[in-house]
């Protein structure tokens, strides 16, 4: 046999061999999980049965794919119930075996993942046109994310918006999203809040609705509920710091009895027990008690 191959140069998708040479999947199966691992972000929020629509496998056909890429640990679902009572199924496809316990951690965001995923409830979706929206003469690669920041706040909030996936699975967000968002949450811990109270201020009071995009969700509460501006007090150029309000040293007390000290609130030379002591005296002095009435005999 011989063989002619070009390495492609654009609108590829990369295929491993444990998927292309996997020999249980059927050829519907490998075509259905290499073009669900080729599409954009925006489109994974199809579920499979879609995607599959797009490609001519229905019906029997569909099921069959289906039941052969759960068999073989390359698809996973999850049925729960959401926010309005109703039943959907969330849908993992990935590109390399998973057993049930990884699929559930790259699910709820516990380990990295690089897989293509796939949400959706379980009624047809609409199928339009391409869901790619490539040119013909552009690249088909992934834009990379931006450079990681060197500002320790960006750095943090980054971390804080990577993390809200642990809290919500509805606010998960791509390295690439959260890079991009760090800046506006960035804002936040300068101005004094913590990185536990921006997780909290992102996560709580969720529409009741759902959010369906984490992205612009984020970034519209993260500019709304900016808290304000720490006032800085800075001190005067001239003349020293201010003296006024700190406390004044211990002094002796100068009343009588025994030594002791007390703290003055002002030019005081004795301490509030002997001045009032001092006071009654004073007063007991200007006004003696009156002598008690004799008593009344009777006859």
């Given at each position: 046999?011989?063989?002619?191959a070009?390495?492609?140069l654009r609108r ?12 249980r ?10 073009y669900?691992q080729?599409?954009?972000?925006a489109?994974t929020e ?14 029997r056909?569909?099921q069959k794919?289906?039941?052969?890429l759960i068999?073989c640990?390359?698809l996973?679902e999850w049925?729960?119930?959401n926010?309005?009572?109703r039943?959907?199924?969330d ?6 075996h ?16 690089t ?7 379980p ?11 490539d ?13 990681p920041?060197d500002?320790p706040?960006r750095?943090a ?6 993390s ?33 109270d921006l997780r ?6 969720l ?9 612009g ?14 006032s ?8 020293p ?6 406390p004044?040293?211990l ?7 025994s ?15 002997c001045?009032?002591?001092?006071a ?6 200007k006004y003696?008690?009156?002598?008690a009435?004799?008593?009344?005999g009777?006859?």
């Amino acid at each position: 046999m011989l063989r002619h191959a070009i390495a492609p140069l654009r609108r590829y998708t990369k295929a491993s061999h444990d998927v292309v040479q996997h020999p249980r999947l059927n050829s519907d199966a490998k075509v259905l999980l290499l073009y669900v691992q080729g599409l954009p972000e925006a489109a994974t929020e199809r579920p499979l049965s879609a995607h599959a629509e797009r490609l001519g496998i229905k019906g029997r056909a569909y099921q069959k794919v289906k039941q052969l890429l759960i068999a073989c640990g390359f698809l996973h679902e999850w049925r729960h119930q959401n926010e309005r009572g109703r039943w959907v199924t969330d849908q993992l496809l990935a590109n390399v075996h998973l057993t049930t316990e990884e699929a559930a951690a790259v699910r709820d965001g516990g380990v990295p993942s690089t897989h293509m995923r796939t949400v959706g409830e379980p009624v047809p979706s609409v199928v339009g046109d391409s869901p790619s929206g490539d040119n013909n003469e552009e690249e088909n690669t992934p834009n990379p994310p931006p450079e990681p920041p060197d500002d320790p706040e960006r750095a943090a909030a980054e971390d804080v918006l990577l993390s809200l996936r642990q809290s919500r699975r509805e606010l998960h967000l791509g390295v690439s999203e959260a890079r991009t968002l760090s800046a506006i949450a960035a804002d936040w811990l300068r101005r004094g809040i913590s990185p536990a109270d921006l997780r909290y201020a992102l996560t709580s009071a969720l529409p009741p609705n759902g959010v369906r995009s984490a992205v612009g969700f984020l970034r519209h509460r993260l500019t709304v509920k900016m808290p304000q501006e720490r006032s800085l007090v800075r001190r005067t150029p001239e003349g020293p710091p201010r003296t006024d309000r700190l406390p004044k040293p211990l002094i002796a007390c100068e009343g009588p009895g025994s030594e002791h000290v007390f703290r003055p609130v002002g030019d005081e030379t004795q301490c509030g027990h002997c001045r009032q002591e001092a006071a009654w005296k004073a007063h007991h002095a200007k006004y003696p008690p009156l002598a008690a009435a004799p008593a009344m005999g009777t006859s």
